[in-house]
T-cell receptor, first 110, second 113 residues
Framework: SQQGEEDPQALSIQEGENATMNCSYK?????LQWYRQNSGRGLVHLIL?????REKHSGRLRVTLDTSKKSSSLLITASRAADTASYFC??????????FGTGTRLLVSP | DGGITQSPKYLFRKEGQNVTLSCEQN?????MYWYRQDPGQGLRLIYY???????QKGDIAEGYSVSREKKESFPLTVTSAQKNPTAFYLC????????????FGQGTRLTVV
């Protein structure tokens, strides 16, 4: 079964607004990663947060991790139309096993 | 340029046929992965390999087979035992330690005709 479950499944916002998506997972992890996928393409790595970190920033991205609740959130600030894509969390279960969640489809309208 | 290459981009298979999807990387990565993605869905792990000549089943390995004879290559065979093979297949690789950033190919879209 998949490790991560994203919420919401789909999110529609206007340019300039912030977008928040959440990921829940089931087992202990070494780290959690977020990826982006444009329609019909491969995934691109966005950010990695280790299990001993609580928050991490990269440009307009902010990721939080709560290991006690087994959850993470990805915040994209000041969204642009070009941010339209699907976003996935991925967890490392150890021994190089990388498991992805179900994804959030983000639509940013001009 | 360093990267990961999947071929072909589109593949059509007749029912009852085996087909092999190619995945090659020149990133010198030890780990390689195969995922299946159905429309509007997440990625499900088929097989993964930590090192040459070794691989492990993922969550949906039935009907698929892999080999890892070279570090650079991790081909996936979709066998006739896979009853619903139409999907988008993604290959990825990552370096050590476990859980570092994965790099993805552009995918192969397989359709059964």
């Amino acid at each position: 079964s998949q490790q991560g479950e994203e919420d919401p499944q789909a999110l529609s916002i206007q340019e300039g607004e912030n977008a928040t998506m959440n990921c829940s997972y089931k087992t202990s992890i070494n780290n959690l990663q977020w990826y982006r996928q444009n329609s019909g393409r491969g995934l691109v790595h966005l950010i990695l947060i280790r299990s001993n970190e609580r928050e991490k920033h990269s440009g307009r991205l902010r990721v939080t991790l709560d290991t006690s609740k087994k959850s993470s959130s990805l915040l994209i600030t000041a969204s642009r139309a070009a941010d339209t894509a699907s976003y996935f969390c991925a967890t490392d279960e150890g021994f190089q096993k990388l498991v992805f969640g179900t994804g959030t489809r983000l639509l940013v309208s001009p | 340029d360093g990267g990961i290459t999947q071929s072909p981009k589109y593949l059509f298979r007749k029912e009852g046929q085996n087909v092999t999807l190619s995945c090659e990387q020149n990133l010198n990565h030890d780990a390689m992965y195969w995922y299946r993605q159905d429309p509007g869905q997440g990625l499900r792990l088929i097989y993964y390999s930590q090192i040459v000549n070794d691989f492990q089943k993922g969550d949906i390995a039935e009907g698929y087979s892999v080999s890892r004879e070279k570090k650079e290559s991790f081909p996936l065979t979709v066998t006739s035992a896979q009853k619903n093979p139409t999907a988008f297949y993604l290959c990825a690789s990552s370096g050590r330690p476990s859980g570092t950033e994965a790099f993805f190919g552009q995918g192969t879209r397989l359709t059964v005709v």
